[in-house]
């Protein structure tokens, strides 16, 4: 059963759980996914990149931002709570070896999965630089985490709360000048962030994957609603990816297709935060 | 053929029993003959064109035996060549003509434990009934005995009354099965092994059983219920159950057998993968494979307002493909509000594989049919939305390689369609995810698994079957390689006891 075995809040919209899956953590590799509901007869399949496994106690971690009525009930499920259904892991697990210098770029809750991975290129014998980049201050989170790993960290944040005040962009840039110039640049974050970092480092040559997070139904390659160009070909993101060239990437249609159910994603969200606030204010008269 | 309620019917079955009951067992071939073949009763066109309810309603007690009387009861039974499992269909049906019921429904499952699922599903046209020597006697295929909605009748009548008999299973011989996927082919797999007295394991990777039963076929033809029934036999055999669990992934395939002791592992993971045709604008906003929007609103229930997975608004829909597929997406987009649905199909109606039933319900429910005409190009909006399709005009040629007049494009014959929503329904590759994390398993050129004449694949003690298989097929044949794998993995496990 997945149950909840830990809940910390890491800050006002994210949030990270340990959950029981002693399989899933078996089996997981960096670069792998998950696909949870948190209702398994009305609710949608999500996925959500598997930031750490604990073999021993059998679980994985999940970090997760609060953005649609989803991830809004997740994040109201509490330790011993039930997930209704869990699959995984999914996905092609990432490539690792030592390619020498690699970079790792993580926007946002993309330092969740980059963190395995970062663990692994180190292991790999790597030289591993990692970029975190994140709105402001409190939105940077396993920073003790990735210090431990990096041979390099930078801190950027759009407001200056943190670190250096700029985007990722720039600190990759003036790693790709450098003579020692990165042999792998792994961009993991929102799409925008991906696709940006991809355009910095094409000028240079500079190997750039990404880390996709499509709209999925089934997540084992059936429905073909996480298809995305690459090159000229039509990849599936759940058994062909999640990990993509990202200089071959079709960030723009990618983009656009992460919009198709917007309109109908808010009202989703909005009825449900406002029902729970109708429920709590009943409470409260009760 | 006009619709006539489920009332006319039954009163026209109700005249007919009295005219034959008396000497039902003495009419002689040409009294059977003249006997009218019982139409299904449905729902209204207007009505079921906006709900999820099922559409065909079901033969009466009476209209069931009135078509039994029409059973020539022929000693070299032909219409059980067409059945892919084989049950013995005059015998059953001679059943239903003398009012046993439960006697024909015990008949049916010595062969079948899906026949719910079969008498609905089944292309009877393409099997059974294309062999029925009344059909043929009559020179028209349409005037065969109705053998699947006779199935469907008993075995509908069997569930409604509580009848349902578990099956009985042989002691436990302490050996353990494992059923990758709970389609068609994977239910029958399960229930054949667990009868031998096997621990049988299913696992499926939706959080819901019964595979494409459940999320490609939408409600209105095969009602969730019944699918749930069948797997509550199962487990009530002593079936364990896994969902939320992708072999392959959860547990590699040689782990069932190297580290959790399965002695034998069946495929039927089923042709999945959807196909598009390769065209410019496929990945607009608005463009979804059949298999996406099928199992949002199927499965997921996105027809719901309680359902938090989204479907597209949609008001004009184009369908691409001639498939039953096709058909069933079609008919769904009528039935969530849009007000113009066309299926637009490169080939004449005489070539549609889809099943004729399904083509009648679906133009009764207003589906709009553009024939000989094909997508050539998929327009969008600036916002990379589907706003229309560039549409070419074909003509039938020679027949190809499959028998059919290939179509040829009439040159200059360009058209636009105004849609907003485009569903690809152009067929399924085989599931990649097995064969991605089982290298050493052999696969054809199309990825499906190849197996010898038992079922086996390449590798000991594991079996394939259905669409992974056979590739994109159907429901029915899928049961048969699950049977045929079935047995061969029972003579294995019987050898080694």
């Excluded at chain 1, 509901?37 to 609060?66: K, N």
């Excluded at chain 2, 009294?31 to 209204?44: F, L, T």
């Excluded at chain 2, 000989?372 to 003509?395: F, H």
């Excluded at chain 2, 056979?470 to 029972?490: F, H, K, Q, W, Y």
Aim: charged share 25%; net charge negative.
């Amino acid at each position: 059963m997945n149950n909840i075995l830990f809940k910390q809040q890491l800050s006002q919209d994210v949030f990270l759980m340990r959950i029981h899956a002693p399989l899933i953590a078996e089996e997981r590799q960096a670069g792998q996914f998950i696909i949870l509901q948190t209702d398994d007869d009305y609710g949608e399949r999500i996925p959500l990149t598997i930031a750490d496994a604990d073999t021993v106690e059998g679980s994985i971690t999940i970090i997760f931002q609060v953005v649609g009525k989803t991830t809004k009930h997740l994040a109201t499920f509490n330790v011993g709570d039930e997930l209704p259904a869990l699959l995984g892991p999914l996905g092609k697990p990432t490539h690792i070896e030592n390619f020498g210098r690699a970079v790792c770029v993580c926007g946002g809750i993309g330092v969740a999965p980059m963190h395995p991975i970062a663990q692994a290129l180190k292991k790999a014998g790597n030289h591993v630089t990692i970029i975190i980049g994140a709105r402001t201050k409190e939105l940077v989170i396993l920073e003790e985490q990735m210090r431990v790993i990096a041979d390099e960290l930078i801190i950027c944040t759009d407001d200056g709360s943190a670190g250096i005040k700029a985007l990722v962009t720039a600190p990759l840039k003036e790693l790709c000048e450098r003579e020692t110039k990165p042999d792998i640049v792994i961009a993991i974050g929102p799409p925008v962030m991906m696709k940006f970092c991809s355009e910095t480092t094409r000028p240079y040559n500079v190997f750039t994957q990404v880390s996709l997070n499509t709209i999925m139904v089934d997540g084992t390659g059936m429905c073909g609603g996480c298809r995305v160009n690459v090159g000229k070909e039509v990849k599936f993101v759940c058994v062909d990816g999640p990990e993509f060239d990202g200089h071959l990437v079709d960030f723009d249609n990618m983009m656009a297709r992460l919009s198709a159910y917007k309109d109908i994603e808010r009202t989703h969200y909005k009825c449900f935060v406002e029902k729970a606030y109708n429920n709590s204010l009943k409470e409260e008269a009760l | 053929m006009s619709y006539r309620t489920a009332k006319e019917l039954q009163e026209e079955a109700e005249s007919l029993l009295n005219e034959y009951s008396a000497r039902a067992a003495t009419l002689k071939v040409k009294e059977r003959q003249k006997i009218p073949s019982q139409d299904m009763p449905v729902q209204d066109p207007e009505l079921r064109s906006h709900n999820m309810e099922e559409v065909a309603l079901g033969y009466s007690f009476e209209q069931a035996q009135v078509e039994a009387y029409r059973c020539l009861q022929c000693a070299k039974k032909n219409c059980m060549e067409g059945c892919p499992v084989k049950i013995d269909i005059p015998r059953f049906i001679d059943h239903i003509a003398k009012g046993e019921i439960e006697q024909a429904i015990a008949v049916v499952k010595q062969t079948t434990l899906l026949p719910a699922v079969c008498g609905r599903v089944c292309p009877q046209e393409k099997q059974c009934q294309l062999h029925c020597t009344l059909g043929k006697s009559l020179k028209d295929i349409d005037s065969s005995v109705a053998i699947g909605r006779l199935e469907r009748f008993v075995a509908d009548w069997e569930r409604i009354n509580d009848k349902i008999v578990i099956p009985s299973v042989k002691p436990a011989t302490g050996k353990k099965v494992a059923v990758v996927g709970s389609g068609p082919a994977g239910l029958v797999v399960a229930a054949d092994c667990r009868r031998e007295g096997h621990h049988v394991t299913i696992f499926e990777a939706f959080h819901k059983l019964g595979g494409v039963l459940r999320y490609g076929i939408p409600e209105f033809r095969l009602p969730n219920d019944i699918i749930d029934k069948e797997i509550e036999t199962l487990a009530a055999m002593g079936v364990e159950i896994k969902a939320n669990f992708v072999v392959g992934r959860t547990r590699k395939l040689t782990d069932l057998i190297d580290k959790d002791g399965y002695d034998a592992v069946f495929i039927g993971t089923g042709a999945g993968l959807p196909v598009f045709m390769g065209i410019e604008g496929e990945n607009l906003i608005g463009v979804f494979a059949a298999n996406e929007y099928l199992t949002r609103i199927n499965l997921m229930k996105a027809f719901d307002r309680k359902a938090d997975t989204p479907i597209y608004p949609s008001k004009n829909v184009a369908v691409l493909g001639g498939g039953n597929v096709a058909m069933d997406a079609a008919r769904m987009a009528k039935r969530l509000g849009a007000e113009k649905v066309f299926v637009v199909y490169r080939r004449g109606e005489a070539e549609m594989p889809a099943r004729k039933e399904e083509v009648l319900h679906a133009r009764e429910e207003g589906v709009e049919f553009l024939l000989l005409k094909n997508a050539k190009k998929i327009l969008g909006d600036e916002s990379g939305r589907v706003n229309g399709i560039e549409c070419v005009q074909y003509e039938l040629g020679e027949p190809d390689a499959s028998g059919r007049r290939s179509p040829v494009q009439i040159p200059g014959s360009e058209f636009i369609l105004d849609v907003d929503t485009v569903i690809v329904a152009v067929g399924n590759g085989s599931n990649p995810l097995i064969s991605q994390t089982t290298p050493q398993l052999a696969v054809n050129k199309r990825g499906n698994i190849t197996v010898d004449e038992t079922q086996q694949t390449s590798m000991k003690r594991i079996f394939a079957g259905g669409d992974i298989v056979l590739g994109a097929a159907t429901v029915i044949l899928a049961m048969g390689e699950g049977r045929r794998s079935a047995a061969s993995i029972n003579a294995m496990l019987a050898e080694e006891v």
